[in-house]
Every structure is written in C-alpha cells, then in structure tokens.
C-alpha cells in the first residue's frame, strides 16, 4: 500500500525537513504530479503550489484528469495533513519567506458544489490558513486560492471564508472593482496576451503590457500570475523584471536555479 505525504513526513522526522532559502515568486505548477508532491516544491523554498481538484462522492481528489484519480490521493492526504505537520515542525510556517505560502486549488469540478465540500475542509485546518472575515483579514501561514471553476458570487457573499477567489485579466479593470479581500489574486493564461515562448527577441511591446497588468494589480492589493508560460530563463528573466509576483514551472529545479542566482546577484 502506497504511504501517504504525511506518513513519509513523521518518518523522516523534523531534521529531514530544514527550511531552505524561499523563493516567494516561485509556483509550482501541477505540484502533484512530481514525485513527492508539496515536498519537491516546498524544500525548494516554493511559495506556491498548485493542486487539481476533483469532488467525487464527496471526497476532494487530486489529480489531473478525471481517469488519473486515486482515491488514495485526496487534498487532505496531499497537502492539507503534510501542511499542518510541516508548520508544526517549523515554528507555526510553512515557508520563510516574507510571503505565507499560497495553495492554489485549481477546482475542475462543479463551482459551487466543490466550494461547499471544501469550504468544509479548509474549515477543519483553520489554523493553516489566512482567514477573511468581513473586512478583516487574519494572517495565517498559508494562503488558499481557489482557482478554475470559481464560486466567486458565494464566496464574496459568505461572511467568513478561508479561501480567496483566483481573479481573471477582466477583473483589473471591472466595475464595481472585487476587493482584493476576495479575489487576492489574478492569473490568466500566457497566450492571452502573447505568443512568444522564449526563443527569440520578445516583442516590444510586451514587456509594456505586462507592466500595465502588473501596475494594475498592485494598485489594489493583488498579485499577478500567468499560466502555461514556457519553461526557459528568458520568459522567467522577463518576468522577474516586470515583478510578476508568481512565476510558474514544471521543472521546478530550474527555476529554482536561476531564482537563486537573481538572488545572489549572478
């Protein structure tokens, strides 16, 4: 029988798990599929993770597609438990840098069905998460995104979440404007604004768009993030220089490379 994330953890024991540098700007795209899913990421000094979810027979599941589903590998199992261990093992966080780590769970099944049962959930680890409370906003080690199929009417409704809403390009300039209390961050696919991977000169304007989108999130308190943005330096070396605040990977030892070396000066 497969052990669990948590399992593996109290078995290599605290000493195992030392804080590495952290890397705020660095997410972990579809952290579920690497070979220890949270702990590739989270060893590295990721501040963000990335997990698919599907609600199946009232259980939160993690996988890509519906037919790679385990029921074995829940978001509880995954993250929620290795989460709550980790932060317990390291003075009450999860990561070191100046930003709490963010969980994205990307929802792949009904809105507002899915955010029920996880609303649930993410109430049993209340003491992981941010928490948001009318116009307050409780600090915790984790920031949980909920990103995909959004319920965003319930959740701007609802009176106490532990979850905020994964905005879109739209939502910088909509009117009336979603508060950043709601929707902290905004992510929205590479090819949206272009169709440059990397391997030539970018286009001139680019760099432009991208501080316009920039400027406008932090205007409101919000982070920037794209999706399916190709693995190389020079799409990451563009977007470090604009200050995107999340910067996603699959090879998540390359990017954690180069952020270093920026860090470091090299």
Not at 113 to 119: A, E, H, I
Not at 205 to 231: C, K, N, Y
């Amino acid at each position: 029988m497969m052990k669990s994330a948590f399992c593996i953890l109290l078995a290599v024991g605290p000493m195992a798990m030392a804080q590495p540098t952290p890397l705020d700007h660095a997410h972990a795209h579809n952290d579920f599929e690497h070979a220890r899913p949270l702990f590739d990421a989270v060893e590295r000094g990721f501040g963000s993770v990335e997990a698919d979810v599907y609600l199946v027979g009232g259980q939160l599941l993690v996988g890509h597609s519906r037919d790679s589903l385990d029921a074995s590998r829940t978001l509880e199992s995954l993250y929620l438990d290795p989460l709550r261990a980790y932060a317990r093992q390291h003075g009450g966080r999860v990561h070191g840098g100046a930003q709490p780590l963010t969980l994205l769970i990307d929802v792949k099944t009904n809105a507002d069905s899915t955010y029920l049962v996880l609303n649930g959930v993410l109430r049993r680890y209340a003491d992981l998460f941010t928490i948001y409370a009318g116009s307050e906003v409780i600090d915790g080690p984790i920031v949980a995104v909920i990103s995909g199929n959004r319920a965003i009417k319930t959740m701007n409704a609802a009176r106490v979440r532990f979850a905020g809403a994964d905005g879109r390009i739209p939502d910088l300039t909509s009117t009336p404007r979603i508060s950043s209390k709601v929707m902290p961050l905004i992510s929205d696919s590479w090819e949206r604004i272009t169709t440059w991977d990397g391997t030539s000169s970018a286009p001139a304007t680019l760099r432009q768009e991208i501080d316009r989108l920039v400027s406008l999130a932090h205007q409101h308190g919000q982070r920037l993030r794209f999706w399916a943005t190709p693995d190389n330096e020079a799409v990451w070396q563009l977007l470090t220089d604009a200050h995107v605040d999340l910067i996603g990977a699959d090879d998540l030892e390359g990017l954690r490379l180069f952020l270093t070396r920026r860090t470091r000066g090299g």
